[in-house]
């Protein structure tokens, strides 16, 4: 698999690094902070002795010329040396590029059929190029926007399983997280508490089992917010590790121009990204495990006190055993690659570069659990639609039907065994647009707002 970055160098007056990436499934990624592909803030940062005058806004309309960048080749401690090299060869009329135009083709055949002329470097300009955290930290800014994503949506599914599973709503009461004051577990149980029964939105379903004798359910429904939240926490600590890096000089040497001197240091170590991300796949990996364990209880009869497998004619029809068997399987290859990269080095460069991150690595595996995390919760999202529609005429919650809503647009009931990738495909696609969340924050601000509080932030 190869990854893609696109390049733009224009120096403007955003202060923020922007990467256009492709995993390897075909489609580009673009990481809107704000709105261009990617301008390499390490030079707009005035520390790199570029000069800053060629023309070298390859990414934008209509050229869009893409240099053909590996994934793999980098320790992720005298920058991202390899990656960025092969952009930089782009930029030269050198190794390959795409453009819409052209397709993958030469190099130098796309920029000329562009009207754009190689770049031809001066002193420093060429290890300002290539010296630097850029592609893990591109990798990491995608990881980070689709787990802030995930992250919240995870939440409106769990709420939608407990709704089927008919659990009880009183281990979110603000009393008990108020006592424990972690910011994600207070906010996670406010999200479910403004999803699942309450005076603004009553639920039908809450209120048949109302006088059931359960004291308490399963770690997976009670400890969602103890669990979602050190998720959510994990996550914005990540984020700001990597607002950081994305707005720092991470070249070397750096010119201090004020004073006329040029110091050689270590900003190009990728330590802090690296670990950052080994972080972010373990924080993150646990939305997936604890969607998994919500499946099974779902599609376990002994459990959810539902048909087998949430299918009619059961000895007919094997319903959602086998998608179940597919979330098992993502979140054991996920327990894989949340193994830490970055507890590894090895020496390279005559042993000056003695001591490495291993941050590309870190970086790809991240978006790999991520992407995965998606994948598990898009199964449970169509298990729990999926279990609702045994408990009707019954109603949930308003934002919970307008969800269900949502997924019935895309996926339609289970009654009979049919091909099932394309369902987890079009839920996962729902996830991967925040759809999800989109259908759910009107009534759970609307929520906030009979609570008197904030309602939710745009970028939440």
Not at 282 to 305: D, F, K, Q, W, Y
Request: one cysteine or more; aromatic letters at 6%; a negative charge.
């Amino acid at each position: 698999m190869c990854l893609y970055v696109s390049l733009c160098l224009s120096v403007c007056s955003s202060p923020v690094v922007v990467y256009g990436v492709n995993t390897g499934f075909g489609k580009f990624a673009h990481m809107l902070i704000p709105k261009d592909k990617l301008m390499i803030n390490v030079l707009a940062k005035g520390y790199s002795a570029f000069n800053g005058k060629p023309n070298l806004s390859l990414s934008t309309p209509p050229a869009s010329c893409l240099s053909w960048v590996p994934e793999k080749g980098t320790v992720g401690a005298s920058g991202d040396l390899a990656p960025l090299a092969h952009l930089t060869l782009g930029l030269m009329g050198e190794g390959r590029m795409w453009s819409p135009q052209r397709g993958w083709d030469d190099a130098k055949t796309v920029l000329e059929c562009h009207g754009l002329t190689p770049l031809v470097l001066k002193p420093k300009e060429g290890i300002g190029l290539i010296n630097g955290t850029q592609m893990m930290s591109s990798l990491a800014a995608e990881a980070v926007e689709r787990a802030v994503g995930v992250a919240r949506q995870a939440d409106i599914i769990a709420a939608l399983s407990l709704e089927a599973l008919r659990g009880t709503t009183k281990a979110f009461h603000s009393d008990v997280h108020a006592v424990r004051p972690h910011p994600g577990q207070i906010e996670v149980a406010l999200r479910l508490r403004s999803l699942l029964h309450s005076d603004v939105f009553p639920s039908q379903i809450s209120d048949s089992h109302r006088t059931c004798d359960r004291v308490q359910d399963a770690y997976t429904l009670r400890c969602i917010p103890q669990v979602h939240g050190v998720s959510n926490d994990t996550i914005a600590f990540v984020k700001s590790i990597l607002t950081t890096e994305l707005n720092s000089a991470t070249d070397n040497p750096l010119v201090f121009a004020e004073r006329g001197e040029t110091i050689s240091g270590g900003n190009f170590h990728g330590e802090y990204p690296a670990k950052a991300l080994d972080y972010l796949a373990i924080g993150v990996h646990e939305l997936a495990s604890m969607s998994e364990r919500r499946t099974e209880r779902l599609v376990n009869p002994s459990l959810s006190e539902l048909p087998a497998f949430l299918v009619q004619d059961g000895g007919l029809n094997s319903g959602f055993m086998i998608a179940h068997c597919t979330a098992a399987a993502l979140v054991s290859e996920s327990k894989a690659l949340c193994h830490p990269s970055s507890v590894d080095s090895l020496s390279t460069s005559a042993a000056t570069e003695d001591h490495v991150s291993m941050g590309g690595w870190a970086a790809r595996k991240a978006l790999r659990v991520v992407e995965h995390v998606e994948q598990v919760l898009a199964i449970e999202l169509l298990a729990a639609c999926q279990a609702l529609e045994f408990l009707r005429p019954l109603k949930s919650t308003t934002p919970l039907e307008k969800v269900h809503e949502l997924v019935r647009t895309v996926v339609r009931p289970w009654d009979h065994d049919r091909q099932m990738s394309p369902d987890i495909e079009a839920a996962h696609t729902l996830l991967r647009e925040e759809k999800v969340w989109e259908a759910a924050r009107p009534y759970m601000d609307q929520y906030r707002d009979r609570l008197g509080l904030k309602p939710l932030p745009l970028d939440d």
